[in-house]
């Protein structure tokens, strides 16, 4: 059942506990508030502002736990307060584990402040949870997908839009990886994960992955530098540095230009022309990354 006072007290103070500077906004001149804003929240929560008001107010439908995932992420909840907000929603907290999708607050903190580089979080198998604006410049929104196609593994074998976006000459290096990536999280898991599914798809809808998954390779990466492929600015060399947050699985990737390179300034030229528009997968329709 719904602790509704409860709900509305921890809600106020989670919200007076953060700092604009904390979630990667503005303070402005003019900011009376202690703490975040009930819109900026909202906003954070990808949800509406009345809707949360009414939720600090101990008003409004029951929220579903989707929702409560999604203020749970927005409010830069851990774990132990992420599940203390289920309970007083009257839902039973997610599994914990390698294959949840709740970004730790240290992870995010590093994260909103990378607003001037290509950067993503990923999870074990490749799916793209958070991208920073210049990211989604770069490869296009990666966080709308659902299903199998959500890991870009999959999509790698199944979506020959996938490759536009990664120098023709990697592409034998990158199936490589990515069937690499799959085979040491299918054994870390085991045959009844969600890695072992994504292997038995790919196995029946894929001849090049049933072909490569037959070497047996593990431990393949990429060399210094991935190569994209911008159909605005051209080729881009980008290293790649990765940061684990070993209790979720999940990678922080950020992508980086050497100083004055061609790369560099193809880079900044990006940061100008913005974000790809939205794509639609092929009728046919990273972990895998590093």
């Known amino acids: 059942m719904i602790d509704r006072a409860g709900l509305a007290e921890f809600l106020r103070r989670r919200r007076a506990s953060l700092q604009p500077e904390d979630v990667g906004l503005p303070r402005g001149q003019r900011r009376r508030t202690t703490g975040l804003r009930r819109e900026e929240v909202a906003t954070l929560c990808h949800i509406s502002a009345d809707y949360y008001s009414r939720l600090e107010r101990e008003r409004g439908p029951h929220p579903s736990e989707q929702m409560i995932a999604s203020i749970a992420q927005g409010l830069r909840l851990s774990l132990d307060e992420r599940d203390h907000l289920f309970r007083l929603a009257g839902h039973h907290p997610p599994t914990r584990g390698t294959t949840g999708e709740h970004v730790s607050p240290g992870l995010l903190r590093i994260f909103d402040r990378l607003t001037d580089t290509p950067a993503e979080i990923v999870t074990e198998l490749g799916e793209t949870l958070r991208q920073t604006p210049l990211g989604v410049a770069l490869t296009g929104d990666l966080t709308g997908y659902t299903g199998p196609a959500r890991s870009i593994g999959y999509?790698?074998?199944?979506?020959?839009?996938?490759r536009a976006l990664y120098h023709p000459d990697d592409h034998a290096l990158h199936s490589r990886v990515f069937a690499s990536g799959l085979r040491t999280v299918v054994t870390l898991r085991g045959p009844g994960s969600r890695a072992a599914h994504l292997q038995r798809l790919l196995l029946d809808r894929s001849e090049e992955f049933r072909t490569v998954w037959q070497e047996h390779e593990v431990g393949i990466g990429y060399s210094d530098v991935k190569r994209f492929v911008h159909p605005e600015v051209g080729v881009l060399e980008l290293a790649c540095?990765?940061?684990?947050?070993?209790d979720q699985a999940h990678l922080l990737l950020v992508y980086t230009a050497v100083p004055g390179s061609e790369s560099y300034e193809r880079l900044r030229l990006l940061s100008v022309i913005g974000p790809r528009p939205p794509r639609q997968p092929s009728s046919v329709v990273r972990s895998f990354l590093v």
């Open 241 to 246: 540095q990765a940061l684990l947050d070993p």
């Open 155 to 162: 999509r790698w074998f199944t979506d020959p839009a996938t």
